[in-house]
């Protein structure tokens, strides 16, 4: 009796024939949901500019603050967790060279267009307490 396996109107009666279809079957789904993986893992990837020549020493996911209380005036903070502490206030700098990454790519960030409580994702240098942002992420 065996396996029948109809394609269409093709009877394939060949076992190893079924196998070999099988498996290639299997490996192109394979294939496919690999490359449909890569792609979506580049949509952040943000344009190489050179902003890495520094290496990133902060990275955290937080909410972005301005003009709260204790808090420099005009000046955007992140404010983040970390495991087993209390909420972090950290300042951070925007330049010519921050870029706010996007599935539709990046672009220098405009400090002025973010609102209080922005959840974003934060990589940058951190210098004497500050940190300059090199790259944004919207979360």
Request: proline share 4%; charged share 25%.
């Amino acid at each position: 009796m065996g396996l029948r396996l109809y394609i269409g109107n093709i009877y394939i009666n060949n076992m190893k024939t079924k196998i070999l279809l099988i498996a290639s079957l299997v490996i192109l789904i394979g294939v496919i949901v690999l490359f449909s993986t890569r792609q979506e893992e580049q949509k952040y990837k943000p344009e190489d500019n050179n902003n890495d020549i520094e290496e990133i020493t902060f990275e955290e996911t937080g909410n972005l603050v301005r003009n709260n209380p204790g808090m420099k005036e005009g000046v955007w903070y992140m404010v983040y967790e970390s495991p087993g502490s209390p909420a972090s206030t950290q300042e951070l700098l925007f330049t010519d060279r921050s870029e706010c990454v996007t599935p539709e790519g990046s672009e220098v960030c405009d400090a002025e267009s973010f609102s209080n409580g922005y959840r974003v994702k934060i990589e940058g240098i951190e210098k004497a307490g500050v940190v300059e942002v090199s790259r944004l992420y919207p979360k």
